[in-house]
């Protein structure tokens, strides 16, 4: 047989075995795919169990004319129970009322954050110890914190505000100054100062971070070509900040929403400081109204995932961010 002749048929010999050389490849690969993935299908069960779950029976109570009271009256309602949420008027003074405390919380955090994050991003005695101070607020317990503030600050009788101001209106030889009730006279006010003491570290360190991870080559050259600290902040400080300060403003408005602890613990949602967390607990344990309540759970859950879509859009383009600049 003539050499031409002889690589030919190798070659065809060669490829009759590439098939399945590939695809006892991806046999293997298949196999160590799954070795790897094996470990995690435990937590993956138990995160369908506990999370995915009771949404879907929560979901299901949502389409009954269920009341607690009256177990034998129970019948399918449809889409009834979400009608009626989208035109309870006390549910949507509590939207509202939402709406109103987030956006006050998380800006007026966003603002005090950065503040404190260009506070510690300089070099001064005892940094780490203001730094550990400042993130206190944030690890107390929601309720101990809305406690604290409730009973130790805004107690008219022995809190440290009307203390502070008493002493603070002695100085000027005023004896008997006006002890305001802040809880009565400003409610709404009362609920947001509390959360933001306690969301402005988490802010700050979201910031901070941000803050940290700026090249220090090119506020270098700023400084070289004349720039000022207000120069150099709002043309490169302040850009390379705005996928954190997203990050802050979305994370913070996920978990401000759903903030329950201190409006139960600080004004038991009277004065007008119902959110939707309260609301729906009304609904739920003091109604007793199980459809209801479940509809407006439903509707406050797909509000937030649209809310966290964008978080975790924010959090992937920051990570794309760190892995082209390393």
């Known amino acids: 047989m003539s050499?031409?002749?002889?690589?030919?048929?190798?070659?065809?010999?060669?490829?009759?075995?590439?098939?399945?050389?590939?695809?006892?490849?991806?046999?293997?690969?298949?196999?160590?795919?799954?070795?790897?993935?094996?470990?995690?299908?435990?937590?993956?069960?138990?995160?369908?169990?506990?999370t995915q779950l009771p949404f879907a029976a929560t979901l299901f109570i949502s389409l009954f004319d269920w009341n607690a009271l009256a177990p034998d009256a129970r019948s399918f309602a449809g889409l009834e129970n979400y009608a009626s949420v989208a035109t309870d008027a006390a549910l949507r003074e509590s939207v509202l009322t939402t709406v109103l405390l987030t956006a006050t919380v998380v800006v007026v955090s966003v603002a005090l954050g950065l503040g404190l994050a260009l506070l510690l991003d300089r070099s001064f005695a005892g940094r780490g110890v203001v730094r550990t101070l400042l993130i206190t607020p944030f690890l107390l317990v929601p309720v101990s914190a809305a406690l604290l503030w409730k009973h130790a600050l805004y107690n008219p009788e022995y809190g440290l505000l009307n203390g502070g101001w008493a002493w603070f209106t002695s100085l000027f030889g005023v004896r008997s100054p006006a002890q305001p009730d802040w809880i009565s006279d400003m409610p709404l006010l009362a609920v947001e100062l509390a959360l933001i003491w306690q969301w402005t570290p988490f802010m700050m360190l979201i910031l901070l971070a941000g803050l940290q991870s700026r090249p220090a080559?090119?506020?270098?050259?700023?400084?070289?070509?004349?720039?000022?600290?207000?120069?150099?902040?709002?043309?490169?400080?302040?850009?390379?900040?705005?996928r954190y300060l997203e990050l802050g403003v979305l994370l913070g408005s996920i978990h401000v929403v759903q903030n329950f602890d201190?409006?139960?613990?600080?004004?038991?949602?009277?004065?007008?400081?119902?959110?939707?967390?309260?609301?729906?607990?009304?609904?739920?344990?003091?109604?007793?109204?199980?459809?209801?309540?479940?509809?407006?759970?439903v509707l406050v859950v797909l509000g937030t995932l649209v809310v966290a879509t964008f978080a975790l859009r924010v959090v992937s383009s920051l990570f794309r961010e760190e892995v082209g600049r390393g």
């Open 3 to 50: 050499a031409p002749a002889t690589l030919v048929k190798d070659r065809a010999a060669a490829g009759r075995q590439r098939p399945g050389s590939s695809r006892t490849v991806r046999a293997g690969g298949g196999a160590r795919r799954w070795a790897t993935r094996a470990p995690l299908l435990p937590a993956l069960v138990f995160l369908i169990a506990v």
């Open 217 to 242: 080559e090119t506020l270098e050259a700023a400084r070289l070509d004349g720039a000022g600290a207000w120069q150099a902040f709002r043309f490169l400080t302040l850009p390379h900040l705005r």
């Open 262 to 297: 201190a409006v139960f613990t600080i004004t038991s949602g009277g004065l007008g400081t119902a959110n939707l967390p309260y609301t729906i607990y009304q609904t739920f344990y003091k109604a007793h109204e199980y459809g209801l309540a479940s509809a407006a759970g």
